[in-house]
């Protein structure tokens, strides 16, 4: 499942703070069909709240800039990222030494409350009057009481020196920080919280927590660079800034024309009808028969080619054409497609008779959901099953690219991952479950895998859709270790490969022993 987190003023919200009959509708229909769909913003659950109100939110929001994750109806925590005790004395001790008026958001005897110094109302006066029936609101009169309770949060106004602030409320003292002008007025925000809290570290918790495999995340200001750039795909709308905008992987319409609703309506409804597709490729290709080319023909072919071959050319006049001294497994009006289970290297003679003449499909199957089904070979009956599981094996794709590596740039050649979940049904006599890992098991069983569901397709069509492979946060130039400590997977050398194979990253010379590598502009 995709989950998608958007922030709200400026994103998912219109200019008057209002969310589009359009937008509601749209994410309510969806929500009820399952999306994981939900929000991460700055403000309070209390401010939040009655701004997407019309919406069935289901899933868990990210509040005050990542401090809390709430349950959507109740605003009850499900995980608190706040100030370590001494984190907080660094705080209060620069405040009171530089006699800042903070707008301080705590909890008290229980309750959320947001405490200024009333003697320096003048100084937080356009946020207080703006909210005067707001309960959470306290006038104190001295640092003592402002600073009562579980204080998590930290607010200053147009700061004249903000170097200095950065000094302290750095992660190396337990904080982060973020500055920019309110999207309804000219105040500049100088928002303080834990360095555990951030949109980025809140919705990277909250895939895990949902056990989500992909997240797409929205935003239009600087304090969504972060999540976005943490995200599977970033997007943002085109009123964002321009910063933002050039981190993201998307840029789609602007939150007056509800661009993050349509681009998640055009997605999921993508989704559906590959999920339909695909039941019916399946469902051909359980009742294949034998083809018209002898040997070559689908009776042969494992049940995961059959239903990729019926999914990507649905009809049997397109399927097995001989083109020159070679049978193409389908041929339609997007080109030539060929499903290579195996190793894609097998594909080089192929290619290089297919591609200076067609467009050629190269769909790769990888397995990243499986589950083992042990069944009585004599009964039929199941006697035991494993739980599905996830399959990390996106290296496996790098190294199979890798080997098509001198095709990777010919304009006409597409490489398709097609992630897939897999039943893996094992027949076996008798009944105590085989043990998988001896050769001799093996042999005496008869195990098929049988594809359930395409989760998702990484397609690269051009150069720029290798871009995705590149880690959030590379640095400018970077050694191979850098790469992949970037990437968090120390197998992933093949990935810089491909990435250099295509011109997305290119040697500029060398530091100490080690190479160094920077990004090409694409």
């Known amino acids: 499942m995709t989950l998608y987190v958007t922030d709200l003023d400026g994103t998912l919200l219109r200019n008057d703070k209002s969310l589009s009959i359009y937008s509601q509708n749209t994410l309510n229909r969806l929500l009820k069909s399952g999306t994981l769909f939900t929000y991460a913003t700055a403000r309070s659950f209390s401010s939040a709240s009655p701004l997407v109100d019309e919406l069935f939110l289901n899933v868990p929001a990210v509040t005050f800039n990542g401090v809390f994750v709430v349950d959507p109806k109740t605003g009850k925590h499900i995980i608190e990222n706040v100030f370590t ?94 500055v920019q002008a309110d999207n309804y007025d000219n105040m500049v925000w100088y928002e303080i919280y834990s360095k555990n809290a951030g949109k980025e570290k809140a919705v990277l918790q909250l895939k895990k927590l949902l056990n989500a495999q992909k997240l797409i995340c929205f935003g239009d200001n600087f304090n969504d660079m972060e999540m976005l750039k943490k995200a599977d795909i970033g997007v943002a709308v085109e009123n964002a800034c321009i910063e933002l905008k050039n981190i993201a992987d998307i840029v789609v319409q602007s939150n007056e024309n509800d661009g993050a609703a349509r681009f998640i309506e055009s997605r999921e409804n993508a989704s559906e009808s590959r999920d339909k597709r695909f039941e019916n490729a399946k469902e051909a290709a359980f009742c294949r028969v034998k083809g018209a080319h002898g040997s070559v023909g689908t009776q042969n072919e494992k049940l995961i080619h059959s239903a990729l071959k019926n999914y990507y050319a649905p009809f049997s006049d397109e399927q097995e054409i001989k083109i020159g001294n070679y049978f193409a497994d389908a041929v339609c009006e997007d080109g030539i497609f060929e499903i ?26 990888l ?30 794709a790098f190294e199979e690219m890798y080997s098509i590596r001198r095709f990777l740039n010919d304009e006409n050649l597409t490489v398709i991952i097609a992630k897939l979940k897999i039943e893996k049904r094992v027949y076996f006599k008798g009944e105590i479950i085989p043990d998988l890992r001896s050769r001799t098991a093996r042999k ?46 120390a197998k992933s050398s093949l990935r810089l490969e491909v990435l250099r194979s295509v011109g997305i990253i290119k040697q500029v010379g060398k530091r100490k022993y080690e190479n160094l590598y920077s990004l090409e502009d694409l």
């Open 444 to 489: 005496n069983c008869i195990i098929e895998k049988i594809p359930m569901e395409i989760k998702d397709e990484i397609v690269f069509k051009c150069r720029a859709d290798y871009k995705t492979l590149v880690p959030k946060g590379l640095s400018e130039n970077f050694t191979k270790k850098e790469f992949l400590k970037t990437a968090k997977d």
């Open 85 to 178: 005790k001494k984190t907080l004395k660094t705080a209060e001790k620069f405040i009171m030494e530089n006699s800042f008026a903070p707008l301080v958001y705590s909890y008290i005897d229980g309750k959320e409350r947001v405490s200024y110094l009333e003697s320096r109302l003048e100084d937080v006066s356009e946020y207080v009057c703006s909210r005067k029936n707001d309960r959470r609101l306290r006038a104190v009169s001295n640092y003592n009481e402002l600073f009562e309770g579980n204080v998590f949060y930290l607010t200053l106004f147009n700061v004249s020196d903000i170097e200095k602030c950065n000094a302290v409320f750095c992660e190396e003292n337990g904080f982060s920080h973020n």
């Open 340 to 365: 290579q289970s195996k190793h894609l290297y097998r594909l080089a003679d192929k290619l290089s008779a297919f591609l200076p003449a067609a467009k050629v499909n190269v769909v790769y199957p």
């Open 367 to 396: 397995i990243c959901e499986m589950k083992t089904v042990f069944i009585n070979s004599q009964s039929g009956e199941i006697i035991g099953e494993t739980p599905s599981a996830k399959c990390k094996t996106l290296i496996k």
